[in-house]
């Protein structure tokens, strides 16, 4: 009969971990906080997948032993008081565990550790095998050949096991030694001092050669030097040291070691419990493992009679008559047909639910598009079934007619309500706002006309929720009118230079070729230069290089270390060098041309609900990521080229648009006058901050004044303006200080901008968008920081992505209105970039400036840049 394998948790040290590496963004349904036990039962799952125990005990800290205090009265006394939001989520875990039949251990007045080791003694008795989970390396010392410790690496699921030889491989000492080593060397994190300028090698050193705190004591006079007389002078320290770093392993409680099992819980009590705090990902992997699959509640949808045929036509007919919004959901085949088609439409309304399949499908859908009503978990993924991106491809409903769309897309109503979600599903949405899930379906139409009459049903919830969150501005004026302006944009694509593109291809090669050859000479060897482990070695053990940084799995070689070693050896520079080319290589010049549609052009998906702010995302391709400021990037850039021959580029972009809603937002007097009194504005902010005249400010001096505007605007504190400018981190907080001193106005809407975001958990646009930041709530200083810079920072930049949204509505209806053939092509940020005709360069250039300029009523002018030319690059 095989062994018995015994699981025990050190749940403090496992709950500590958890709390610092899970972001704060997660709460109870009572907003009591969740991380740390949504971060415990990963690295539970985890730790049960790679090990199969067939038992778990958990043990939990009740206070200090007293020999260890009275031995060391600084014992863990540096420790700050736990943080509120871990020290609430003990009873949650607690109430987890106990749901999953893990029997939970305390004992009044003994640590964890000492119920670990009291475990594992107890399995060696009965021949069990024991595995320790647990982030401390005091542990260690229980490891034998049938107790090994589980030990989180990084993160919460990246874990390390070990057994004596690896305690050996890592200390130098057998885990018999390990009280002695920690005596040697003392252990900060639970304030044991040890003797003083003994590390782990000297430790380790000695141990080897006495064996024990007794045997290099028995032979101090063998010691020499500073070492010995700091050995004699903290004898006791040693000793006291080692007392309590000891494990104790003879506690005295109640545990049925032969009866316990795992898993051998209730599939209902571990779903009630996983259910009340909606960990429904944990839940589904926990249910499998007695071979159960979770029972979700259906949301209180009704999907009526199921049409079909002419039936379902005069549906569609009734609804375009009524006006009635209805649900649509587009469901394709699981698998496809070597034939094509089998995508069914299904329409949900208050008469039934009509049901199209094949080429009718589209054409009904097209229908609703142009003259109906109605309600798509993504509405622009709708509209792109019967307007295609590709302009090769037929579209059954034309530009005006999206323009004039009445739709309610679910998942953007979802995003404006919290843009920190990672999806948008009808799951997701169901379960917030109508505390259920779709119901199972059998077949593509059951799912197709659940998903339509989730849709419809949605509408309701989620147009209550923006007015009860005062977001009805973002979603209804911003977000919703612009999913048919990016359509349109979408299927007009870009067009690319592909010969240029070719030629750039052929130069960049012989370029990486060179640098690479230049690698190898100065390396004196080759090796693979995109391996950060080769590099590592070639850097910093064939050349010497002075490590920066070093982890687990090598020696760092990110930009920044590599940027740093510049300063000091050609070899860093040339391989930053490799790998910019190397990369916009793959992800452009290669890419490109093989990403073209039937029409020949480039069509990016511009996405309204990626980021956090409000700004939209591209992807495939990414157009947004092009290098601006390098000369590489601007070699991409003049491969795109305008639609047609006899037309230009024409690039229009906000200046200092962030910066002017600083000005507007804080309402501070000096930088108000900066922006209406025509000066240079960074001149300015430089003349006020080195108190000098405007006429007598140095290049140098605007350069760093403009660094503190931008970096006032992102929250950047004086380490980060230090590193940008390359000066002193005291000089940057004198600058910092300063701009605070002639911008009070600026100081004051910031710091109360923090505190609005700290009191209501989100900052806003002066449109309403919302930003929640969670992390403002957060016990961990860095992680708070964050939260403060994007408090301060959303207000200007989601009010800069609301405004350009706006503008872009207002310039594709004049395109329309007044007739223009120019197109709108890409949207970078702050950016609209245009194909013209040669001769409509002028009135469009006008017209953009007039929409861009005016579209948001400011204390300071909104001024737009714009030009034309022949290719993206010389337009911008």
């Known amino acids: 009969m095989p062994e018995k394998k015994v699981a025990v948790i050190d749940g403090n040290s496992l709950m500590h971990r958890a709390f610092h590496a899970v972001p704060p963004t997660m709460n109870a349904p009572d907003?009591?906080?969740t991380n740390a036990v949504f971060g415990f039962i990963a690295m539970l799952l985890k730790f049960i997948d790679i090990s199969n125990p067939d038992a778990i005990v958990c043990a939990f800290d009740a206070g200090r032993p007293k020999f260890r205090t009275e031995a060391l009265?600084?014992?863990k006394a540096q420790r700050p008081p736990m943080d509120p939001g871990l020290?609430?989520?003990?009873p949650i875990i607690e109430e987890l565990l106990e749901s999953?039949?893990?029997p939970v251990v305390r004992v009044m007045g003994w640590e964890g550790d000492d119920i670990l080791g009291t475990v594992a003694a107890r399995d060696e008795a009965l021949g069990y095998r024991t595995l320790l989970v647990s982030g401390d390396k005091d542990v260690y010392q229980l490891c034998s050949e049938l107790t090994h410790v589980v030990t989180t690496r990084k993160g919460i699921t990246d874990v390390a096991i070990y057994g004596p030889g690896e305690v050996r491989e890592r200390y130098g000492v057998e885990p018999s030694q390990f009280p002695d080593f920690l005596g040697l060397k003392g252990d900060s994190s639970d304030n044991i001092p040890g003797v003083p300028g003994v590390g782990d090698k000297t430790a380790a050193k000695l141990l080897g050669a006495y064996g024990s705190l007794e045997g290099i004591y028995e032979h101090i006079d063998e010691l020499r030097g500073k070492q010995k007389e700091r050995m004699e002078e903290n004898r006791d320290a040693a000793f006291t040291s080692r007392k309590v770093a000891t494990i104790v392993r003879d506690l005295d409680f109640p545990l049925d070691l032969e009866g316990a099992a795992f898993p051998a819980f209730s599939a209902q009590a571990v779903t009630e419990a996983f259910s009340k705090y909606r960990f429904n990902a944990h839940l589904t992997r926990v249910l499998k493992l007695v071979g159960e699959a979770p029972e979700r509640a259906s949301a209180a949808?009704?999907?009526?009679?199921v049409l079909h045929g002419e039936e379902a036509e005069k549906l569609v007919d009734a609804v375009l008559e009524s006006g009635e919004q209805v649900g649509v959901a587009i469901v394709d085949p699981e698998q496809e047909s070597l034939f094509g088609g089998g995508s069914v439409v299904a329409v949900s309304a208050s008469q039934g639910c009509a049901v199209f399949t094949d080429d009718a499908a589209f054409?009904?859908?097209?229908?609703l598009v142009a003259g109906g009503n109605f309600a798509a978990?993504?509405?622009?993924?709708?509209?792109?079934?019967v307007y295609p991106a590709d302009n090769a491809l037929p579209a059954l409903v034309d530009d005006g007619q999206l323009m004039s769309m009445r739709?309610?897309?679910?998942?953007?109503?979802?995003?404006?309500l919290n843009s920190s979600v990672s999806e948008y599903t009808y799951d997701v949405l169901l379960d917030t706002y109508m505390g259920g899930v779709l119901p199972v379906a059998k077949t593509e139409e059951q799912r197709a006309c659940a998903q339509a009459a989730a849709a419809r049903t949605l509408v309701g919830p989620l147009t209550r929720a923006l007015e009860d969150e005062g977001s009805e501005r973002a979603y209804f004026d911003i977000d919703l009118p612009l999913v048919a302006v990016l359509a349109i944009m979408e299927r007009t694509g870009a067009a690319i230079d592909v010969e240029r593109l070719a030629q750039l291809g052929a130069s960049t090669g012989e370029e990486i070729e060179g640098l690479r050859t230049q690698i190898f000479e100065l390396a004196g060897q080759e090796f693979n230069v995109d391996s950060p482990k080769q590099l590592g070695h070639i850097l910093f053990e064939v050349l010497g290089l002075p490590a920066r940084k070093k982890t687990q799995r090598g020696y760092s070689t990110d930009a920044k270390v590599l940027k740093d070693l510049a300063e000091t050896h050609e070899l860093p520079a040339l391989v930053l060098r490799y790998r910019e080319l190397a990369k916009i290589k793959s992800t452009y010049i290669d890419a490109l041309p093989r990403m073209r549609a039937g029409d020949g052009r480039v069509h990016s998906s511009f996405n309204e609900t990626v980021t956090t702010t409000g700004r939209l995302s591209s992807s495939d391709p990414n157009l947004q990521n092009i290098p601006v400021r390098t000369q590489f990037g601007r070699h991409i850039r003049e491969c795109f080229v305008p639609l047609e021959p006899g037309c230009k580029f024409l690039s229009a972009d906000y200046s200092q648009i962030e910066l002017r809603l600083l000005a507007h937002l804080s309402g501070d007097e000096a930088l108000i006058q900066a922006f209406t009194s025509g000066a240079d504005f960074h001149a300015s902010t430089a003349s006020r901050v080195f108190d000098v005249p405007i006429d007598q400010v140095t290049p140098e001096q605007r350069s760093r004044a403009k660094a503190v505007n931008f970096g006032i605007v992102y929250g950047q504190q004086a380490f980060g303006l230090a590193q940008s400018l390359g000066i002193s981190i005291a000089e940057a907080k004198g600058m910092i200080d300063r701009y605070f001193e002639v911008h009070p106005g600026v100081r004051a809407y910031l710091d109360e901008t923090v505190e609005q975001a700290r009191a209501n958990g989100y900052a806003q646009t002066m449109f309403g968008r919302k930003r929640h930041i969670p992390e403002l709530r957060a016990a961990n200083g860095n992680t708070r920081g964050f939260g403060e810079r994007t408090a301060m920072n959303h207000p200007m930049q989601g009010s800069a992505a609301d405004i350009i949204k706006l503008a872009m509505r207002q310039v594709q209806e004049r395109l329309m209105e007044e007739g223009f053939k120019a197109r709108l092509l890409v949207q970078v940020h702050d950016e609209l970039d245009f194909s013209v005709p040669d001769g409509e360069v002028e009135a469009l250039s006008a017209m953009v400036r007039d929409v861009m300029e005016h579209v948001a009523e400011l204390k300071v002018p909104l001024l737009a840049d714009i030009s034309a030319a022949d290719t993206w690059a010389e337009a911008h």
Do not use: C, N, W
């Open 100 to 102: 999953m039949s893990i």
């Open 87 to 90: 020290k609430a989520q003990f």
């Open 31 to 33: 907003g009591t906080p």
């Open 301 to 305: 949808i009704e999907v009526g009679q």
């Open 377 to 385: 978990i993504d509405v622009k993924a709708a509209v792109h079934r």
């Open 363 to 367: 054409s009904q859908l097209a229908r």
């Open 407 to 416: 739709a309610f897309d679910l998942g953007l109503a979802g995003y404006v």
């Open 73 to 75: 009265e600084q014992y």
